[in-house]
């Protein structure tokens, strides 16, 4: 039985202009798409472009289950100046001649921000404070601070530097753990200097597996509506998979279990027809499913 939750399914990865949260994207998604049934995986700021993921119909499950544990972002940092929020949106609340700082500093200072460190979010990050958003709480110049916390960082190169009057503009690309603020390696790559620094451009490239590759922009859906990746292309990029036959994929369909093969982690199961039917996950002697992607009322 074809339904148009699963014919209409998959995800979305929005190339995001700048200027708009992601919270717009999925308004306009819905728009566009004629359902409520849209949301999206991992935050992108509003002054950052780049990859966004979102889920379109029955898709949306699919988002909290995702591993989208490491990302990527090209960004400008801007030394000479530090800000309140530690990008270009905010007030200078410290300015230094930063022309005199060598290229061997500046690589030494980077080597150190990479690898297992600490970090202390940026204080227009989205982590709670008394309940409270941060970003929202700064706006009330309430003073704070976020506790550091650890992060991944395992690449962060310059690739481009220019030398502007008082400023330094580094050209970056880093790759690295979720929850890690690019903002946060400008502010302290400038505070390590001692010249102050801050975010002036931000790209995401990847998230997880998703790049550019798969990304469209909005303005490429709203005039062909359609998904970067169908949910079986989804799960297919996205878990390790396991082939069934079609007994079992209509005992699985139907909210029964599996025999367990010794696969670790969330998998996907694949009838013969090579599409997914479920995402399973093995505790004892069952396989059983953590999302049916296609119940036995759908097929």
Known sequence: ???????????????????ITSHDVVSRCRKIFNTRRVGHAGTLDPMATGVLVIGIERATKLLGLLSLTTKSYE???RLGAATTTDDL????????????????????????????IEQVPA????????GRRAHALVRTGAEF?????PVTVRRFDVVDTRRDGHFVDLDVVVDCSAGTY????????????????HL????????????????????????RPHVSLDIDEAVKISFPHRDIDDDEAE?????????????KGIYMVVDPAQRAIALVQEKGRRASSVMVVRPATLR
């Open 200 to 223: 002036t451009a931000l790209r995401r490239t990847a998230v997880g597996p998703f790049t550019l590759e798969h990304a469209l922009t909005l303005d490429e859906v709203r005039e």
């Open 75 to 77: 960004a400008t940092i």
């Open 123 to 130: 204080k227009v990050s989205a982590i709670k404070v008394d």
């Open 145 to 149: 601070d976020l506790a550091a916390r």
């Open 1 to 19: 039985m074809a339904d148009s939750s699963i014919e209409n399914a998959g995800l979305l990865i929005v190339d995001k202009q700048a200027g």
């Open 182 to 197: 690019i903002r946060s390696l400008a502010r302290d790559l400038g505070a390590e200097l001692g010249v102050g620094g």
């Open 89 to 116: 949106e905010g007030e200078i609340i410290a300015s230094a001649d930063a022309s005199a700082v060598t290229d061997e500093q500046i690589h030494s200072v980077v080597a150190g921000l990479t690898g297992d």
């Open 251 to 263: 005992s699985i369909s139907q909210g029964r279990w599996l025999d367990p093969i010794g696969m």
